[in-house]
C-alpha cells in the first residue's frame, strides 16, 4: 500500500526557514506530479506547490512565490518544500499529496492520495 509521509514541521520565529520533507512508500512515484497544500482550521485546504513528474515543471501560489521551492529526489521517492522568509500566515498543517497525472496541478480533487500532514507554526 502506498503511503506519503512527512516530516519538517516545527514552531519557528518570523524570517526563519523550514525544510518539509515527503517520503513515499511503494512504487511509481515517479510516473506522478506532487503537490504541497496547507489547511488552518475552519478554511479549506490550499495550494501551495506542486512540481511535475520530471521534476522539471513547478508552481507556485501567489502567496509564497519567491520564498518557497518545491523539489523532488525520484531515487529516494521524496519531495521537498523549502521554506525560507517564514511569516506568521504560513501557519499551517502542511500536507504532501500525489498528484493524479503527471503535470503539476493546483487544485485539491486532483490530487488522490494525501499524508498525514505536519504543523507548521510560524511566531511574530
Given at each position: 500500500?502506498?503511503?506519503?509521509?512527512?516530516?519538517?514541521?516545527?514552531?519557528?520565529?518570523?524570517?526563519?526557514?523550514?525544510r518539509?520533507?515527503?517520503v513515499?512508500?511503494?512504487?511509481?512515484?515517479?510516473?506522478?506530479?506532487?503537490?504541497w497544500?496547507?489547511q488552518?482550521?475552519?478554511?479549506?485546504?490550499?495550494?501551495?506547490?506542486?512540481?511535475?513528474?520530471?521534476?522539471?515543471?513547478?508552481?507556485?501560489?501567489?502567496?509564497?512565490?519567491?520564498?518557497?521551492?518545491?523539489?523532488r529526489?525520484?531515487?529516494?521517492?521524496?519531495?521537498y518544500?523549502?521554506?525560507?522568509?517564514?511569516?506568521?500566515?504560513?501557519t499551517?498543517v502542511?500536507?504532501?499529496?500525489r498528484?493524479?497525472?503527471?503535470?503539476?496541478?493546483?487544485?485539491?480533487?486532483?490530487?488522490?492520495?494525501?499524508?498525514?500532514?505536519?504543523?507548521?507554526?510560524?511566531?511574530?
Open positions: 500500500q502506498v503511503q506519503l509521509d512527512e516530516s519538517g514541521g516545527g514552531l519557528v520565529q518570523a524570517g526563519s526557514s523550514l518539509l520533507t515527503c513515499a512508500s511503494g512504487r511509481s512515484f515517479d510516473t506522478y506530479a506532487m503537490g497544500f496547507r488552518v482550521p475552519g478554511k479549506e485546504r490550499e495550494f501551495v506547490a506542486g512540481i511535475d513528474w520530471t521534476g522539471g515543471t513547478t508552481a507556485y501560489a501567489d502567496s509564497v512565490k519567491g520564498r518557497f521551492t518545491i523539489s529526489y525520484n531515487a529516494l521517492n521524496t519531495v518544500l523549502q521554506m525560507s522568509s517564514l511569516k506568521p500566515e504560513d499551517a502542511y500536507y504532501c499529496a498528484s493524479s497525472f503527471t503535470t503539476a496541478t493546483t487544485t485539491h480533487y486532483e490530487y488522490d492520495l494525501w499524508g498525514q500532514g505536519t504543523q507548521v507554526t510560524v511566531s511574530s
